[in-house]
């Protein structure tokens, strides 16, 4: 076992997601093979499986550093879901999107649906553990907090996707025009009857 903290590791491990995230761009998920990797990243396949199990395991963690370091302090440390705080969402989450089926050879559906369960799966966290900060829901349940983080996530990630697919992605001013008022109105309709 690996020691996560060694500076050694640190870097091993950057390396193969650099090397990583080139073939994506270059060969697509598919096609690309650990001895690929290992190769690219300037290693032997040894240590590939020493940092990680497989391809998909990477792809987990490659998809989680890029949400994380979207995300920025002001949402991270956001104790209320405001209006500002949807929109810096509702862009992250859009930007995410737009740069990852930009910069990667999207030849997999599986890998696209890998990605897009991780997004919505990271977004629902981030939402989640706001309203749990906040006193806003103080009288729901954790199981009322994770169902309403998980709709206003949905919400969020499936208007940033459909827009991206319906060719507006230079238009997040009228994407933020039509979700927010959407996301912050049910949020406001589940707290007026709690």
């Known amino acids: 076992m690996v020691n996560q903290e060694d500076p050694r590791v640190l870097r ?54 890029a949400f994380h370091e979207r995300i920025t302090e002001q949402v991270v440390s956001a104790e209320e879901f405001t209006e500002d705080i949807c929109d810096q969402l509702i862009i992250m989450t859009h930007q995410y999107i737009i740069d990852f089926y930009r910069i990667c050879r999207i030849d997999s559906n599986p890998m696209a649906k890998l990605v897009d369960d991780k997004i919505k799966k990271l977004l629902q966290q981030t939402i989640e553990s706001i309203f749990l900060r906040g006193n806003t829901y103080s009288g729901a349940d954790i199981h009322h907090i994770k169902i309403m983080a998980a ?18 992605k230079n238009r997040t001013d009228v994407l933020l025009d039509i979700v927010r008022p959407y996301v912050m109105s049910g949020l406001g309709l589940y707290h007026s009857l709690s």
């Open 151 to 168: 709709m206003t996530g949905s919400a969020i990630y499936g208007a940033a996707h459909y827009w991206l697919n319906a060719g507006e």
């Open 12 to 65: 091993t491990r950057q390396l193969i997601r650099t090397a990583f995230r080139d073939l994506l761009q270059s060969k697509g998920f598919d096609a690309i093979t650990i001895k690929d990797i290992a190769q690219e990243a300037t290693i032997n396949r040894a240590t590939f499986y020493a940092h990680f199990e497989d391809k998909y395991a990477l792809l987990d963690e490659v998809t989680e550093q």
